[in-house]
T-cell receptor
Framework: RKEVEQDPGPFNVPEGATVAFNCTYS??????FFWYRQDCRKEPKLLMS???SGNEDGRFTAQLNRASQYISLLIRDSKLSDSATYLCVDGGSQGNLIFGKGTKLSVKP | DVKVTQSSRYLVKRTGEKVFLECVQDMDHENMFWYRQDPGLGLRLIYF???????EKGDIPEGYSVSREKKERFSLILESASTNQTSMYLC???????????FGPGTRLTVL
């Protein structure tokens, strides 16, 4: 069975901290990966796509290590508004996506 | 921006009722999906569709059916609602290939 594993957390960090989440996947044929952000009682929203070795967008950096089959998300200079659950997603090779159960982040003042 | 809309944000039904959840996307996406999300269990795929009139079972299709008569619309049907179907239901769509999903706002269904 194809799976995505994430540390559920919670990660409790102070404002301004750097925090990293890791995610492992089992399907070696997968071509794309995604990080989603989900706020409480809301729908998941796309944060970043990862198609090759990595991607950077402002304070957020995603990296893909195909040899070890893991994806990471790094958040620098954490803000209170970064508090959410972060979902790691394997885009799959045949159409269906595989979601991790999410990592909860709480940024404290 | 991609827009995925769902017919209701909150819904309360009684056991045994037939329930229709509607989802519409405006980006001409080929693929559409229905998930349910429960605390501690994450997102679980109920059904998905690659094209009009096509459907595929996901991980938990029991107790559900779907309909895709038009490309932009994907309906989830609970033939006879039960209390264990109380959940958050999320519709999503994407274009063909290994692309990102775009979610609707969700329908929080309570079955009494």
């Amino acid at each position: 069975r194809k799976e995505v594993e994430q540390d559920p957390g919670p990660f409790n960090v102070p404002e301004g901290a750097t925090v990293a989440f890791n995610c492992t996947y089992s399907n070696s044929a997968s071509q794309s990966f995604f990080w989603y952000r989900q706020d409480c009682r809301k729908e998941p929203k796309l944060l970043m796509s990862v198609y090759s070795s990595g991607n950077e967008d402002g304070r957020f950096t995603a990296q893909l290590n195909r040899a070890s089959q893991y994806i990471s998300l790094l958040i620098r200079d954490s803000k209170l508004s970064d508090s959410a659950t972060y979902l790691c997603v394997d885009g799959g090779s045949q159409g269906n996506l595989i979601f991790g159960k999410g990592t909860k982040l709480s940024v404290k003042p | 921006d991609v827009k995925v809309t769902q017919s209701s944000r909150y819904l309360v039904k009684r056991t045994g009722e037939k329930v229709f959840l509607e989802c519409v996307q405006d980006m001409d996406h080929e693929n559409m999906f229905w998930y349910r999300q429960d605390p501690g269990l994450g997102l679980r795929l109920i059904y998905f569709s690659y094209d009009v009139k096509m459907k595929e079972k996901g991980d938990i299709p029991e107790g559900y059916s779907v309909s895709r008569e038009k490309k932009e619309r994907f309906s989830l049907i609970l033939e006879s609602a039960s209390t264990n179907q109380t959940s958050m239901y999320l519709c999503a769509s994407r274009s063909g290939g290994p692309k990102a999903l775009f979610f609707g706002p969700g329908t929080r269904l309570t079955v009494l």
